[in-house]
């Protein structure tokens, strides 16, 4: 559920490097602040800026403090956002989720991430961990190159989680019509719920695929990173 017109300051802690091109903004968690795994936040940094404004949270509500994670860019807010400093302040105007981005543990998912699109898969993946979690999930992780974000974090817990997989894919070289039967061959057509997050072209053909394969559609929720 979205909570729309909040005011809720933020100060950055730290701007972390996760990958080439990729950065982490993290901030003070705001006490009394609770959200869940997959949400949303709208930010305001304090002027006139253009640009997507919306980011899925990368950290998980177990953790004290609060990280969005983007890939670096040319619009204004993204670089603003690359250039924050401890202490400057940016606020959260909404959040929450609208999609029914969450997982049910109860059910088993299968989490297919575009590039930056694993942020709320971290999330999600994290809290799974600290609440010692017995769902069952498989994550199918695409990027173009190996350089895949949270690497170490996921296999870490990959290894601590009694029903959670992950298949790390490279795509660049690989042409659609492999691409597709990849996934395929990797992807649970069994499963009850489908979690798609990455570039809106990346989706669309990751909705068509499922469709292919007699996925439901009422059983995919996406989450569409744009290219602002």
């Known amino acids: 559920m979205p909570h729309q017109y909040v005011d809720i300051e933020l100060t950055v802690k730290q701007v972390r490097s996760e990958a080439p091109q990729h950065l982490s903004v993290v901030y003070d968690r705001p006490r009394g602040f609770d959200y869940e795994p997959g949400d949303w936040v709208d930010l305001d940094l304090g002027s006139e800026l253009r640009g997507g404004r919306t980011y899925s949270l990368s950290s998980s509500p177990t953790e004290p403090d609060l990280m969005i994670t983007f890939k670096e860019g040319l619009s ?20 929450g989720n609208d999609y029914e981005f969450h997982l049910n543990e109860h059910r088993t998912s299968v989490l297919i991430a575009g590039g930056v699109g694993v942020a709320p898969f971290r999330s999600m993946l994290k809290e799974m961990v600290d609440r010692s979690s017995l769902g069952a999930v498989e994550l199918v992780y695409l990027n173009q190159t190996d350089a895949f974000l949270f690497r170490d974090e996921l296999d870490t817990w990959q290894a601590e989680l009694q029903n959670a997989h992950i298949d790390y894919v490279v795509t660049k070289g690989l042409k659609r019509k ?16 489908y979690f798609i997050a990455g570039p809106e072209g990346m989706i669309e053909s990751t909705e068509e695929l499922l469709d292919s394969m007699g996925v439901d559609h009422d059983d995919i929720r996406i989450d569409s990173f744009g290219g602002y």
């Open 76 to 95: 204004e807010i993204k670089k603003t956002l690359a250039g924050s400093r401890p202490g400057d302040t940016a606020r959260i105007t909404a959040y």
């Open 178 to 193: 492999d691409r597709e039967k990849l996934l395929r061959d990797i992807i649970s057509a069994e499963a009850h719920h």
